[in-house]
């Protein structure tokens, strides 16, 4: 089990506004029901099979720019331990909680 932080930017579309390109991509998550995946502000954070999740990621970028993104930069990310399962909610409740927050 993998946790994975994307993040694609569409380049070269000639709008400061890129969340109809984004909305895309997140479409390809929407699809799909074996990968835990989190919106955020500044990614997407996916959670499941390392190869899956590559192959999610690849369909993402496609995604862009079949919606018009004449160039696309991809920020990939990949957290995975052999010593034990990762699970993205964990995680954060893991640090909220030295901050007295969980």
Not at 53 to 78: E, F, W, Y
């Amino acid at each position: 089990m993998a946790v994975a932080e994307v993040s694609i930017e569409p380049i070269g579309t000639c709008s400061t506004s890129v969340s109809d390109l984004i909305t895309a991509c997140v479409g390809v998550l929407e699809k799909q029901t074996d990968v835990k995946w989190d919106v955020t502000a500044m990614g997407t954070i996916l959670e499941g099979d390392r190869a899956r999740i590559l192959s999610l990621v690849g369909q993402m970028d496609d995604a862009c720019v079949k919606a018009g993104a004449p160039r696309v930069l991809t920020n990939l990310r990949i957290d995975e331990r052999s010593d034990k399962v990762l699970h993205m909610d964990e995680m954060e409740s893991e640090v909220e909680s030295q901050f007295g927050r969980a």
